[in-house]
């Protein structure tokens, strides 16, 4: 994909991330399971990435935007569009793993549009087992998600069980 990055924080600002490929996670931004980690990507637009499966297989090929697994994560006044995956998350996937205490993920003054994929065509969630009464969670707000297509299940927006879902004038 464009940007990967295994350990540490991860801030993107006034960027654009576009046109790019990776398989298994993260067509355009990949952040893959950083403890204590911190992402941010604001001002920003990721468009027209995409993420294939190994092999074809549909359980792999998350994010063809962005993959963020990091207990934290922001998204502000950024596009994320026109992206697939073959998996979950065509626009983007946030989660976590068993070892993180809690996972926060926010979308704030974005839009998440025209995305593709067979599980939350614009955004997916996946919380690891146990974290979701930690105070796991997801805000979004005075944001647009529009036109993202899935072919199996949300179109929109598909989430694995959260102790907490905020929508706000979306």
């Given at each position: 994909?464009?940007?990967h990055v295994?350990?540490g924080?991860?801030?993107i600002?006034?960027?654009t991330?576009?046109?790019?490929?990776?398989?298994?996670?993260?067509g355009?931004?990949s952040?893959n399971y950083?403890?204590?980690?911190?992402?941010?990507l604001?001002?920003?637009?990721?468009t027209?990435n995409?993420?294939t499966?190994?092999?074809?297989?549909?359980l792999s090929?998350?994010?063809?935007?962005?993959?963020?697994q990091?207990?934290?994560?922001?998204?502000?006044?950024?596009i994320?569009?026109?992206n697939?995956?073959?998996?979950?998350?065509?626009?983007m996937i946030?989660?976590?793993?068993?070892?993180f205490?809690f996972v926060?993920?926010?979308?704030?003054?974005s839009?998440?549009?025209?995305?593709?994929?067979a599980?939350?065509?614009?955004i997916?969630v996946s919380?690891?087992?146990?974290?979701?009464a930690?105070?796991?969670?997801?805000?979004?707000?005075?944001?647009?998600?529009?036109?993202?297509t899935?072919?199996?299940?949300?179109?929109?927006?598909a989430?694995?069980?959260?102790?907490?879902?905020?929508l706000?004038?979306?």
């Amino acid at each position: 994909g464009g940007i990967h990055v295994s350990t540490g924080d991860l801030t993107i600002s006034d960027s654009t991330i576009s046109g790019n490929t990776a398989v298994g996670y993260g067509g355009g931004i990949s952040q893959n399971y950083s403890d204590n980690s911190i992402f941010s990507l604001g001002g920003s637009s990721v468009t027209n990435n995409q993420v294939t499966g190994h092999d074809g297989d549909f359980l792999s090929g998350h994010g063809g935007g962005l993959s963020v697994q990091a207990p934290q994560s922001s998204i502000g006044s950024s596009i994320i569009q026109d992206n697939t995956a073959v998996g979950s998350g065509g626009g983007m996937i946030v989660g976590g793993k068993p070892s993180f205490r809690f996972v926060t993920a926010s979308v704030i003054d974005s839009t998440v549009s025209g995305n593709t994929a067979a599980f939350g065509g614009g955004i997916s969630v996946s919380i690891a087992n146990g974290n979701e009464a930690d105070g796991s969670g997801v805000d979004i707000k005075n944001s647009t998600v529009d036109t993202n297509t899935a072919s199996v299940a949300g179109g929109g927006f598909a989430s694995g069980p959260v102790q907490k879902l905020d929508l706000n004038h979306v």
